[in-house]
């Protein structure tokens, strides 16, 4: 097994949290965010597709949901930055007696609002989603939505059944949005208890009746923190806004060279702010023309521009991603992505420049950003 | 009547650093794989969902042979053990 390197993070520090098909890695780096060290890997020869930092009521732990291969998957914590990890006896996200599931991956790890601090969320492949009342300890299936009549009809997207998406409103602690590949975005008002699909105006290509009420394949929503009716959606074809919290979408893919991608994060201050990656169709999925080129809106998706300083524009045929995006919460924003063949860029001026943090990593299939 | 679980590399720091785990069975007749995984579980929780799924399947990735043979071949969890059965769990070979 290779040599594991940790790092040591101070307060005020960025660090972020990179999972790959074989295992996770921890980068950190001061305010500045001009220079980066590297931890890991953990969990070597496991897919990690989920992580979180958990930074509530003084904590500073980690979440990772490494999925081995032979031996299944659970979540693991760690509250020393990656020295050592919880590793539990019992598998603590299964699914119940009754249900005939078992799990396959974990998507997403969600801390919860502020005003919750102990309460975690958990979003599964095959659909659904897990909830903690007690910091990650015990966890319990959400049963509102695994009950739901149209759930038999929901089909996997090439990723499988996952629900990868979780969006906590941060103005109503009742109102939650999820999105499946490939069922759709789906909203509660109750916190959990009732769901309904929310994807009017969401088209799919790939279904006979192109607006289906659900059935879309969602690659990824996010949510303004500022403004919580504003959300963007990545469509496996498609790239949407919303200004009623997902009552709605409209189609915002002005300039952009393709409306097909994965990753997608939002300014974590400017509602009419994101970032996006297209890819060229859903055959080659790969950056356009071989230039790596992140698109950013700041008129709300009126305008998408490409940004490419610092970022391969020869053939490089690169991608991103679902998870494989993220945001620090400084100002400016730092910008982070990892692609599938393994390299991990960052920016500390909201997509301006570019630098390499690393190449070589093992594909990249999600990165999260937090301050220390 | 006595069995011993031969534990893979990834998994014997959850059966107390042990390679070999012996257990013993009360009855003196043959029984199950399924009973003896039960005789492991006992000495060993933290492996039984790193073999079995929460269906209680024996996970798609994972092989159990009893005296050398795959008990897919042999009824699965039915499969039976006898005295002195050497039954491995052993990662099957995949990976990527």
Avoid at chain 2, 10 to 28: H, I, M, N, Q, S
Avoid at chain 2, 47 to 73: A, M, Y
Wanted: net charge negative.
């Amino acid at each position: 097994m290779p040599e594991i390197r940790h790092v040591s993070p101070r307060d005020g520090d960025v660090l972020l949290l990179v999972g790959t098909m074989k295992g996770a890695f921890l980068f950190r780096s001061d305010a500045g965010r001009g220079t980066w060290e590297m931890g890991g890997p953990y969990f070597p020869g496991s897919a990690v597709y989920a992580m979180a930092y958990d930074g509530r009521e003084g904590r500073h732990r980690l979440w990772a949901g490494p999925h081995s291969m032979h031996w299944g998957g659970l979540l693991r914590s760690s509250d020393d930055f990656g020295q050592s990890w919880t590793n539990p006896e019992e598998a603590n996200v299964k699914f119940p007696e009754g249900t005939g599931a078992a799990l396959k991956q974990i998507w997403q790890i969600i801390p919860g609002r502020d005003s919750e601090p102990d309460r975690l969320y958990c979003g599964v492949e095959p659909a659904a989603l897990f909830v903690s009342d007690d910091a990650g300890g015990a966890w319990s299936l959400m049963e509102g939505l695994w009950n739901h009549p149209q759930r038999p009809r929901w089909n996997p997207g090439g990723g499988g059944l996952c629900l990868h998406t979780i969006l906590l409103d941060p103005a109503d602690p009742e109102r939650i949005r999820i999105a499946v590949s490939a069922a759709g975005m789906y909203a509660t008002e109750d916190g959990g208890s009732t769901w309904r699909p929310s994807n009017h105006g969401v088209r799919a290509d790939f279904l006979p009746d192109k607006y289906p009420e659900f059935g879309q394949c969602v690659h990824k929503v996010v949510q303004s923190r500022q403004r919580p009716e504003r959300m963007f959606l990545q469509n496996h074809w498609g790239l949407y806004r919303s200004d009623d919290r997902g009552e709605s979408w409209t189609d915002v893919a002005n300039g952009v060279p393709s409306d097909f991608g994965f990753c997608m994060a939002i300014h974590p201050q400017d509602p009419d702010c994101a970032w996006i990656m297209p890819l060229e169709s859903d055959q080659f999925r790969c950056a356009p023309e071989g230039r790596l080129r992140i698109y950013r809106t700041r008129d709300a998706g009126a305008s998408w521009q490409g940004m490419t300083e610092g970022l391969p524009q020869t053939d490089a045929y690169e991608t991103v991603l679902r998870d494989g995006m993220a945001v620090d919460p400084l100002s400016p924003t730092g910008v982070y992505f990892g692609t599938r063949s393994g390299k991990l860029f960052g920016s500390a001026d909201e997509g301006e420049s570019w630098s390499e943090l690393a190449d070589g990593l093992p594909p990249v299939v999600s990165v999260k950003a937090a301050r220390v | 009547m006595s069995l011993v679980f031969m534990i893979p590399g990834p998994l014997r720091e959850l059966a107390g650093g042990c390679a070999e785990v012996r257990v013993e069975r009360v009855e003196d007749t043959a029984g199950s794989v399924s009973e003896a995984l039960s005789l492991l579980w006992a000495a060993c929780p933290a492996v039984r969902d790193r073999v079995l799924t929460e269906l209680g399947e024996v996970r798609p990735h994972v092989n159990v042979f009893v005296d050398g043979q795959n008990i897919r071949d042999a009824g699965g969890l039915a499969a039976p053990v006898r005295d002195g059965s050497e039954i491995y769990i052993l990662p099957a070979v995949s990976g990527g």
